[in-house]
């Protein structure tokens, strides 16, 4: 993973808005979250999470035949960030493109690349979630800036041969347009090009419902984790850790008591990064693995929610 330098506070964010840190952790449990510099991009960003995860896993840019980028706040409109950050860390046998399921990225990329792994086409994809939040933030909307981080993950899949069921057993992903309108960014480009009017609107801003998505963050994590377990013939009791999008601690909560299984199973950083997007999963699978939660040989459940409506589930076999 790889986190901006600079920590926004809700202390810091009560000094401008009409908001309170007790409001905040009560209703979010988010106590902090990373801003990108003016130099950082989501590519910067997703090109040190990659070479961590190169170091990490003892390989080299080259070795490299695919990197997908899952961002929703790309650096520019096009070429794609992947592109950007293929060049970064020179990864130049690697076809590299973005793309664009907001917070449930992470596992759609993942989908994808679990695709191109199990059918031998490729030996080396890189799946990267990388997000700078911060720059579709409305910072006078208390409803949503208090909520988003900026930050990226990158995981490496690579083939290989096993007797037993591991690594990623499946992924199941799942979108539904006739809710488009819960989180929207509504415009700054196509239907709504930069102009005037969508200036001073805050057309280029992140707009959310937020007990909306927040019902159907509870409904379709519970829901897709349900089906992706019993794909693999397992129960919940077969779970060692859970490891949940994080965009806000009540949602992680309601889906621990929806699927029965205890919330010290979840791994749960919102506190420190708020909710990164495509990000979130991808960092907190790397604190998890770091802290020693997930050892070898345990089952992780990744389930998440995001605009679209996407959302997702993933077993892995560690
Ligand atoms: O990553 C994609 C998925 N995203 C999500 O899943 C987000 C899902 N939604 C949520 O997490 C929650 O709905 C929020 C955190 C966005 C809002 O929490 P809530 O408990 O649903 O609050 P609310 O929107 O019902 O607002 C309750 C009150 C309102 O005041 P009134 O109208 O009752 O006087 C808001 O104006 O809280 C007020 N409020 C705030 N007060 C202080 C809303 N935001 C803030 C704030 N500080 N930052």
Request: hydrophobic share 40%; charged share 20%; net charge negative.
């Amino acid at each position: 993973m790889y986190l901006p330098e600079k920590i926004l506070t809700n202390a810091d964010l009560e000094k401008t808005l009409d908001t309170s840190d007790e409001w905040i952790q009560t209703r979010t449990g988010i106590q902090e979250r990373r801003i990108a510099q003016k130099d950082e991009a989501s590519s910067t960003l997703g090109a040190n999470a990659a070479k961590n995860a190169l170091n990490d896993a003892g390989l080299t840019p080259e070795d490299l035949d695919l990197i997908i980028v899952c961002t929703s706040t790309p650096d520019v409109l096009y070429p794609s960030t992947a592109c950007f950050v293929q060049k970064i860390i020179g990864a130049s046998r690697a076809a590299a493109y973005d793309i664009s399921a907001v917070c449930s990225g992470f596992v759609f990329g993942l989908s994808i690349a679990e695709q191109f792994v199990k059918s031998g086409r490729y030996e080396h994809v890189m799946v990267i979630g990388a997000e700078v939040n911060s720059r579709i933030m409305d910072w006078t909307d208390r409803k949503t800036c208090v909520l988003f981080g900026d930050g990226a993950g990158a995981a490496i899949l690579k083939r290989v041969e096993s007797s037993e069921p591991s690594g990623i057993l499946s992924t199941h992903i799942h979108s539904d347009g006739n809710h488009s309108d819960f989180l929207i960014v509504p415009g700054g480009i196509g239907r709504e090009p930069v102009n005037n009017d969508a200036v001073d609107n805050k057309m280029y801003c992140l707009k959310m419902a937020g007990q909306s998505t927040f019902k159907m963050a509870v409904k379709r994590m519970s829901e897709v984790s349900v089906e992706c377990l019993e794909y693999n013939g397992l129960t919940t009791e077969d779970v060692d850790v859970v490891v949940p999008h994080q965009a806000n601690r009540r949602i992680i909560e309601t889906v621990s008591q929806k699927l029965n299984v205890p919330l010290d199973k979840f791994f749960i950083n919102i506190h420190k990064y708020g909710n990164t997007s495509a990000a979130s999963i991808p960092i907190a699978l790397h604190e998890a693995r770091e802290s020693g939660k997930i050892q070898q040989g345990n089952l992780s459940l990744l389930t998440v929610l995001g605009a679209g409506l996407t959302w997702g589930a993933a077993a892995i076999r560690w």
